[in-house]
């Protein structure tokens, strides 16, 4: 997991599917969630981005939890 947050971090911006891309290596939803908001301030298409990385999740719960995290961010 550390290795995809240097990646992200590493190259400054990413689309919402290249995230999803990289969350489908990851098993655990809350590893991906916590991703997924570390990845969204590198977002260049923010718009699409929860639903385009929230199809990664299992849980309904966490696609929410992403939701709300993009709505205060």
Do not use: W
């Amino acid at each position: 997991m550390e290795t995809i947050q240097v990646a992200i971090g590493a190259a400054g911006q990413v689309s919402a599917s290249q995230v999803a891309h990289l969350l489908k290596y990851v098993s655990a939803d809350d590893d991906k969630l916590e991703l997924a908001k570390m990845a969204y301030g590198y977002a260049i298409d923010p718009a699409p981005y929860a639903t385009i990385v929230g199809e990664t999740f299992s849980s309904s719960y966490t696609k929410a939890v992403l939701n709300a995290y993009i709505q205060r961010y």
